[in-house]
């Protein structure tokens, strides 16, 4: 789904049976964490995603996962249930047992202050399994009374260790414009340029599009972040097949954004079937990638 790792990705139905089944009438709710303090000398508007983050993570840790989630999940929001799904569609009604961690490690801001994403490690614990890891991405939108809520949340499944592996700074990246002026490439185009090419290449695919920044996401491997680690992480996977553009929006200064869509990558069993998301950055060259997460469906 998204940062339950199985969520962000409870990523299906049988996961959500198996939740509900095992939270039982009256699931005590683990005791709220206190809030670390948010890391000093953030830009401000980094700041109010990072604020909104430990703030979301409160809500879950006092009241639960699934109401958390309704919470700060804007009215159009999307979730991979495991297909892209409206999220409070899919949230109406849903219990999720265990304990959900989960911190922000990278942010980028529009530069018009409407659009953003987070980025980090997760972990679901407790619940009756094994704890399970993440690396969700959520995309967030400011909504008319100036808060934030999510417009997308998405995960990608990693082993369990990824929640101290990656504990570092919080690193915020740069969504502002090159300078030059905007290429007249639009996103979509961008984004339908580069799965038409990942067939015939993924790695030159991917270097003409990756920003220096760019942080890559695939299951069970090392997230890469800088161009080169991210291009080694690419020429490790399996071959994409065939993706197509399923959605996506843009900031008000039609300058940073993100896509999301369907992909079809070779496996040791056959072809797999999964779902990207990829954030955008507009520069005089065309549009570059700030991230790119896979997920198998």
């Keep these: 789904m998204g940062r339950l790792p199985v969520l962000r990705t409870v990523a299906g139905a049988a996961f959500a049976a198996a939740a509900v089944a095992s939270a039982g009438p009256g699931l005590a709710k683990p005791p709220a964490p206190p809030l670390a303090a948010a890391p000093p000398s953030l830009p401000p508007a980094a700041l109010q995603i990072d604020e909104t983050e430990r703030a979301f993570a409160q809500v879950v840790a006092q009241q639960g996962i699934a109401q958390g989630f309704r919470q700060f999940a804007a009215p159009d929001a999307v979730m991979f249930l495991p297909d892209p799904a409206p999220a409070q569609q899919g949230l109406a009604g849903a219990r999720w047992a265990g304990e959900l961690l989960w911190r922000a490690q990278y942010i980028a801001v529009a530069p018009s202050g409407d659009l953003a994403f987070s980025a980090g490690p997760s972990l679901l614990r407790g619940g009756g399994g094994r704890p399970s890891g993440g690396f969700y991405l959520a995309v967030w939108r400011r909504q008319p009374d100036g808060g934030w809520k999510f417009v997308l949340d998405h995960a990608v499944d990693m082993p369990p260790a990824v929640w101290s592996a990656l504990a570092r700074p919080l690193m915020v990246m740069n969504a502002e414009p090159p300078a030059g002026g905007p290429s007249n490439e639009g996103m979509r185009e961008a984004d339908g340029a580069l799965n038409a090419a990942l067939p015939k290449g993924a790695e030159a695919a991917f270097a003409e599009r990756l920003d220096d920044q760019a942080i890559l996401a695939r299951a069970e491997?090392?997230?890469?972040?800088?161009?080169?680690?991210?291009?080694?992480?690419?020429?490790?996977?399996?071959?994409?097949?065939?993706?197509?553009?399923?959605?996506?929006?843009?900031?008000?200064?039609?300058?940073?954004?993100y896509t999301y869509g369907r992909a079809r990558w070779s496996g040791p069993a056959g072809p797999q079937i999964g779902y990207y998301v990829r954030v955008w950055r507009a520069t005089p060259q065309g549009w570059r990638l700030l991230a790119d997460h896979l997920a198998e469906r």
């Design 221 to 257: 491997r090392p997230v890469a972040q800088g161009r080169r680690k991210a291009l080694a992480l690419v020429a490790d996977s399996p071959a994409i097949l065939e993706a197509s553009t399923l959605g996506g929006s843009r900031s008000a200064d039609a300058g940073f954004g």
